[in-house]
């Protein structure tokens, strides 16, 4: 499987839970996590977003996020990654849901982002 | 209008101290319209900020990059890629020019760029555009800092924490706006920059 997803949370535990919920649709799909700051605080971190990025199994990566300067941490660290990101302003449990089971399918990108598109809730 | 290694050293000083003296009442302004941590965090920041510049960077250039890193990885909220942004476009400006006013308009340009605001937002940008013109043409004064302030505190949030809040917003001064006065007041203070 060539493609991956990163979730990014302010909480620790929300980033943590996700995947929990998207391993029953979606065994096969690399999963990485980004919750908190480096200390475990509320927050995000640019550096944990990166490990995320290089830890994933897959090169080229689905990225979501909950709050808004989640997503500001999330555009510096693509500016950084050697990798391909994606990212999406949906609604973070929807989308990833969506996004998980799509590609668990083997459906391709094009077909996936269509379908996240009516779940933008985010600009 | 030069910036040298010894102006920033001082001017990041200055708006440390003022950080750290009024931490409580950024998160207070914090408190009803976002999530209650600007003034901690940016404390935070700023520590470590003064932690990387007590060696003395070699250039200037090397100094806005190291308090650029330093504020992305401790600040932890949107101040950090904020305020981190603004250094690093600073930094990058740098190495082709020092001049004070061309830099700040390189950051106001990372600031704009990397949150997506625009004046009358009621964010950080509100201060930052009204005071890099002020600077440029060596008019910055105290009170024009805190008009500028105080004038986001009628403004509807657009953007960050408090856009959730829509009218609610109104009343109260942005904690981004009110950190970044500081900044602009810590420039005024500092001897030879301005």
């Known amino acids: 499987m060539s493609y991956g997803l990163t979730i990014v949370s302010h909480v620790p535990e929300i980033a943590e839970g996700l995947p929990k919920l998207l391993k029953q649709v979606a065994k096969d799909v690399p999963m990485t996590t980004a919750g908190g700051t480096n200390d475990g605080e509320i927050g995000t971190s640019m550096e944990k977003i990166m490990k995320a990025f290089e830890d994933n199994a897959a090169n080229e990566i689905l990225a979501f996020y909950d709050l808004g300067s989640a997503k500001m941490n999330l555009e510096m660290a693509m500016e950084m990654s050697t990798k391909k990101v994606h990212l999406y302003d949906t609604a973070l449990i929807e989308g990833v849901y969506t996004a998980a089971s799509l590609l668990q399918a083997g459906v391709g990108l094009d077909e996936v982002e269509a379908q996240l598109k009516p779940l933008t809730i985010k600009d | ?194």
């Open chain 2, 1 to 194: 209008m030069t910036l040298t290694v010894d102006t920033l050293t001082v001017w990041m000083d200055k708006f440390g101290n003022k950080i750290g003296e009024n931490k409580q009442y950024l998160s207070d302004l914090d408190t009803p319209i976002g999530d209650g941590d600007h003034g901690f965090n940016m404390d935070r920041g700023m520590t470590a900020v003064k932690e990387k510049l007590s060696s003395k960077p070699e250039n200037v250039t090397d100094g806005l990059k190291n308090i650029a890193m330093a504020l992305i990885s401790t600040v932890g909220g949107a101040s950090g890629p904020l305020y981190g942004t603004a250094f690093l476009e600073m930094a990058k400006k740098s190495s082709s020019t020092t001049d004070l006013g061309e830099l700040l308009d390189a950051a106001l340009k990372g600031i704009e760029m990397r949150g997506g605001a625009n004046p009358g937002d009621k964010t950080m940008v509100d201060v930052w555009d009204k005071l890099v013109p002020e600077v440029k043409d060596g008019t910055l004064t105290e009170d024009k800092i805190t008009a500028a302030v105080e004038a986001t505190k009628d403004m509807v949030a657009k953007k960050g924490r408090a856009s959730y809040l829509g009218e609610r917003s109104k009343g109260h001064i942005d904690p981004g706006s009110q950190s970044s006065g500081y900044l602009f007041e810590a420039m005024l203070e500092t001897e030879g920059l301005l």
